[in-house]
């Protein structure tokens, strides 16, 4: 009942849309510019993202890690890199701008990274440990010239315990954390390099009333004239529009210079826009397509990609005073109404993995839970009736949510379908819907700030690839805004000794036994509402060759060809 039910929703009504589309060879408007057959002479690939308007280009992303992926690896490089190359084995850190690093032996709170010779930025200044104190100051010291707060949100809260960083010669720094934090290197793949150089020319003929002023519009220049060191270089920019990048054909490593001379990017935040996109041609490659159209992609030769991932679609639930995700009876009952594999087949197509918690067993940071996270209504109402709850008094919660955006896949038909599951187990939910980026800014904000709306759950999807983006950054009590992401001010002294357990866990084995206690602990106490795991859907043309869909968030596109 309830899968017939949501094919009349709205939120489904309009994906069914695409497949009118298709059928009646519709299509969406999109700047000549791209139009096929543009730039002949060269090859140019064409991507609908899910995000509304162009991630941030001056080096620190916003729109999530959707910002990460698109504007972030492709022009810029971290001191410490994802290895994206394969679809079947997990992706580790590998050497980046930095070749090697190590904790000091002595004192745990200080790190060496050896940093790569002969790199240079697409202005064509060095690569040096200079320009790596110059980019830990921009998001740290206020002092810094180059400061620039409206990078430190999406940075800092991503890298907590990092405070300082300092030359030891041309090709060493020395970076120095608050507590010793095994997580570091992990942290510093959301650190890009921007060019020093190339922002101080700016900085000397921009206008201000004074050096702060000054220094906001070098930035704002720089976003429209970026320069990293990435295998992508800006060539066009036009905000909510278009973003085009050309290869850098002078990359440090030469394996990854792209094989697609041009990639332009594109906002397109509906589903059924991005397929019909794609099928009218205006379109080489969409992120999540709709589900409704996929057996008509696939009739028509398009590729579709899907690999499970480490990132999760969950609610995650405001724990301040007088929330009703306080009683662990209710998070429980939550947990047991919904019907994942009903979700993942009537509703996505197949395009999902049903979670039990933020990993899953066989993963090392699974641990032992006790409560198993299951289909099992008549176990749900027992809790809720146990909670004071029942057909005659629903328990009313408010769940804040996009529209669309970096890995919500489809949020509105999913938290439909939430709604209507939770119903079952006397639970009254309203959608509070509203912007993508506004919903990630308001998530720093926290579940006590006015931005929550009265919600008291909040769905944003979280990438879980290691430590700290998986687990500390929520469970953690010291992680409460503005640090980072405990936007529902968890506060348990068991997490917060585990926490601290596995960061002086500098031994991988000890340090995945600690939290692999962490997670256990979390599902225990029904931390979230898991629902999900994204499997990262795109679909791609035929022309499209050399694309390796990893077990990652992120991808690599320099591999990637497509014949014009």
């Given at each position: 009942m309830l899968k017939k039910d949501l094919r009349n929703s709205p939120a489904s009504r309009l994906l069914r849309t695409a497949a009118f589309l298709v059928a009646t060879g519709g299509a969406i408007a999109v700047p000549a510019l791209l139009a096929p057959g543009f730039a002949a002479a060269e090859t140019t690939l064409r991507i609908g993202m899910t995000a509304a308007d162009i991630p941030?280009?001056?080096?620190?992303?916003?729109?999530?890690?959707?910002?990460?992926?698109?504007?972030?690896?492709?022009?810029?490089?971290?001191?410490?890199?994802?290895?994206?190359?394969?679809?079947?084995k997990p992706s580790i850190l590998v050497p980046g701008l930095?070749?090697?690093?190590?904790?000091?032996?002595?004192?745990?709170?200080?790190?060496?990274?050896?940093?790569?010779?002969?790199?240079?930025?697409?202005?064509?200044?060095?690569?040096?440990?200079?320009?790596?104190?110059?980019?830990?100051?921009?998001?740290?010291?206020?002092?810094?010239?180059?400061?620039?707060?409206?990078?430190?949100?999406?940075?800092?809260?991503?890298?907590?315990?990092?405070?300082?960083?300092?030359?030891?010669?041309?090709?060493?720094?020395?970076?120095?954390?608050?507590?010793?934090?095994?997580?570091?290197?992990?942290?510093?793949?959301?650190?890009?390099?921007?060019?020093?150089?190339?922002w101080q020319k700016l900085y000397e003929t921009a206008e201000g009333v004074d050096a702060k002023a000054k220094a906001a519009a070098a930035w704002t220049i720089f976003a429209r004239s970026a320069s990293g060191t990435g295998p992508w270089k800006m060539a066009a920019f036009v905000p909510r529009e278009r973003l085009e990048l050309v290869k850098n054909a002078a990359y440090w490593d030469k394996n990854r210079i792209p094989k697609t001379d041009r990639m332009v990017l594109l906002p397109m935040p509906e589903a059924n826009a991005r397929t019909a996109a794609l099928l009218a041609g205006q379109v080489d490659w969409i992120e999540a397509p709709a589900p409704d159209a996929l057996p008509q992609l696939k009739s028509r030769g398009f590729k579709i990609e899907a690999n499970e991932q480490p990132h999760v679609w969950p609610w995650q639930f405001s724990r301040i005073e007088g929330s009703p995700w306080n009683d662990i009876r209710v998070r429980k009952a939550a947990n047991l109404c919904i019907d994942r594999e009903g979700m993942k087949e009537g509703l996505l197509g197949g395009l999902m993995a049903p979670a039990t918690g933020t990993v899953e067993p066989g993963h090392p940071w699974r641990g032992n839970p006790t409560f198993q996270i299951k289909y099992d209504v008549k176990e749900g109402q027992k809790l809720m009736k146990e909670a004071g709850f029942g057909p005659d008094k629903k328990l009313k919660v408010t769940t804040q949510t996009s529209a669309s955006g970096s890995g919500q896949m489809l949020p509105l038909p999913m938290n439909e379908y939430l709604q209507q599951a939770l119903a079952e187990c006397y639970f009254d939910v309203k959608l509070d819907v509203i912007e993508w980026n506004t919903l990630f800014t308001n998530w720093r904000k926290g579940a006590k700030d006015p931005s929550a709306n009265g919600s008291n759950a909040v769905n944003i999807t979280y990438a879980a690839m290691d430590p700290f983006f998986a687990m500390v950054r929520f469970l953690q009590s010291g992680m409460a805004p503005p640090v980072s992401n405990n936007w529902g001010y968890i506060n348990n002294p068991k997490f917060d000794e585990l926490v601290k357990k596995a960061r002086n866990s500098f031994d991988p084995?000890?340090?995945?036994?600690?939290?692999?206690?962490?997670?256990?602990?979390?599902?225990?106490?029904?931390?979230?509402?898991?629902?999900?795991?994204?499997v990262g859907p795109r679909a791609l043309s035929p022309k499209i060759k050399g694309f390796v869909q990893p077990k990652s968030w992120f991808v690599d596109f320099s591999p990637v060809s497509i014949s014009q």
């Open positions: 941030r280009t001056l080096g620190q992303p916003d729109q999530g890690f959707e910002g990460n992926r698109f504007t972030g690896l492709t022009m810029y490089d971290a001191l410490v890199l994802w290895d994206l190359s394969s679809a079947t930095a070749t090697e690093w190590k904790v000091d032996d002595q004192d745990k709170t200080k790190w060496i990274f050896k940093l790569r010779p002969g790199v240079t930025f697409h202005d064509g200044s060095p690569f040096n440990a200079d320009a790596v104190v110059w980019n830990v100051d921009k998001v740290l010291n206020k002092e810094a010239p180059q400061f620039d707060a409206s990078q430190v949100g999406v940075t800092a809260s991503r890298m907590p315990t990092l405070r300082s960083a300092k030359k030891i010669d041309d090709l060493t720094v020395e970076l120095t954390t608050a507590e010793p934090d095994s997580f570091l290197p992990y942290n510093l793949t959301n650190l890009f390099m921007a060019s020093p150089a190339h084995a000890a340090r995945d036994a600690a939290l692999a206690e962490l997670h256990a602990a979390s599902v225990d106490d029904a931390a979230f509402l898991w629902v999900a795991h994204d």
